[in-house]
T-cell receptor, first 111, second 113 residues
Framework: GENVEQHPSTLSVQEGDSAVIKCTYSDSASNYFPWYKQELGKGPQLIIDIRSNVGEKKDQRIAVTLNKTAKHFSLHITETQPEDSAVYFCAAETSYDKVIFGPGTSLSVIP | DAGVTQSPTHLIKTRGQQVTLRCSPKSGHDTVSWYQQALGQGPQFIFQYYEEEERQRGNFPDRFSGHQFPNYSSELNVNALLLGDSALYLC????????????FGPGTRLTVT
């Protein structure tokens, strides 16, 4: 069935270093891949997204890459700051407009 | 411009009871989706409403039902509550034309004892 895997489940980096989170998806019909940041006690917040006709997208310190052939997509955060600490979810739009989420990555940025 | 709002913030119910959760979508949005997020997991899709009808449904039993009103607000109802229904329930709104671009509310934390 439709599935999104995400690695690692936890990630700890020093402030200023880069963080990379990787996801794979199973539905070859998926064309839209959003990333969400969820802080404690809050709902997920859309931080960046990428569509299947684009291989890479960047927004300030955040970038996403997509390899549709391999069904892989990744989130890259550069120059990490303590306020980047949160749980990050990748997701994929599947057939019939459903959005399937990965299990999440808990990112800790150590000052 | 108000974002997605949900009520109540927290709720404690007893096993076997029924619960109703409420959601108001972001201004201009016409589609509402509901998700269940268990502790430490990603959101799981329950169902989606558009034009007051259920448009999509995930793998949830019939105990989970919903409703959308003419003003696009929505309710999630859960009957015969089980301990396993304890979770954060998230509402997300979008436009039907771009239903995958979803904006989430803060959620309702449901605890079943």
């Amino acid at each position: 069935g439709e599935n999104v895997e995400q690695h690692p489940s936890t990630l700890s980096v020093q402030e200023g270093d880069s963080a990379v989170i990787k996801c794979t998806y199973s539905d070859s019909a998926s064309n839209y891949f959003p990333w969400y940041k969820q802080e404690l006690g809050k709902g997920p917040q859309l931080i960046i997204d990428i569509r299947s006709n684009v291989g890479e997208k960047k927004d300030q310190r955040i970038a996403v890459t997509l390899n549709k052939t391999a069904k892989h997509f990744s989130l890259h955060i550069t120059e990490t700051q303590p306020e980047d600490s949160a749980v990050y979810f990748c997701a994929a739009e599947t057939s019939y407009d459903k959005v399937i989420f990965g299990p999440g990555t808990s990112l800790s940025v150590i000052p | 411009d108000a974002g997605v709002t949900q009520s109540p913030t927290h709720l404690i119910k007893t096993r076997g009871q029924q619960v109703t959760l409420r959601c108001s979508p972001k201004s201009g949005h016409d589609t509402v989706s509901w998700y269940q997020q268990a502790l430490g997991q990603g959101p799981q899709f329950i169902f989606q409403y558009y034009e007051e009808e259920e448009r999509q449904r995930g793998n949830f039993p019939d105990r989970f039902s919903g409703h959308q009103f003419p003003n696009y607000s929505s309710e999630l109802n859960v009957n015969a509550l089980l301990l396993g229904d304890s979770a954060l329930y998230l509402c997300a709104s979008s436009l039907l034309s771009t239903t995958y671009e979803q904006y989430f509310g803060p959620g309702t934390r449901l605890t079943v004892t």
